[in-house]
């Protein structure tokens, strides 16, 4: 009778951390959702300010100005995105060789 109560507690614990478990992580991945969609719109707001004539395309021109503002290196530092090399980030973000990146190729390559 010992082994059988010490089976039901044993039991209901394994029980009680399954349960917890799962919260936890429905938790962590609401949470790791909500860390996305605020970066990415943190992103969209970057995209917007470094699109100075608002035609939805940066253009090299227009990312290169960009850079010379201190709001706009701290805003990509805020994000932990390296701007060290302007010329390779901006190779790197215009993926269809446009010599413009449009709001696709922006989040794409700061996100990735």
């Known amino acids: 009778t010992i082994f059988a109560v010490l089976n039901i507690v044993t039991g209901v614990?394994?029980?009680?951390?399954?349960?917890?478990?799962h919260e936890c992580r429905q938790v962590v991945i609401c949470e790791e959702l909500d860390a996305k969609k605020e970066f990415l719109k943190d992103l969209r707001d970057l995209f917007h300010?470094?699109?100075?004539?608002?035609?939805?395309i940066i253009s090299k021109e227009e990312f290169l100005h960009s850079l010379d503002d201190e709001n706009?290196?701290?805003?990509?530092?805020?994000?932990?995105l390296?701007?060290?090399d302007t010329q390779a980030l901006f190779q790197l973000l215009d993926t269809d060789r446009s010599d413009a990146v449009d709001i696709h190729e922006f989040l794409e390559g700061c996100y990735a």
């Open 49 to 56: 300010e470094m699109d100075h004539n608002g035609d939805g």
């Open 13 to 21: 614990f394994v029980d009680s951390a399954m349960r917890t478990n």
């Open 82 to 84: 390296d701007i060290t």
């Open 72 to 80: 706009v290196v701290a805003y990509f530092k805020a994000l932990h």
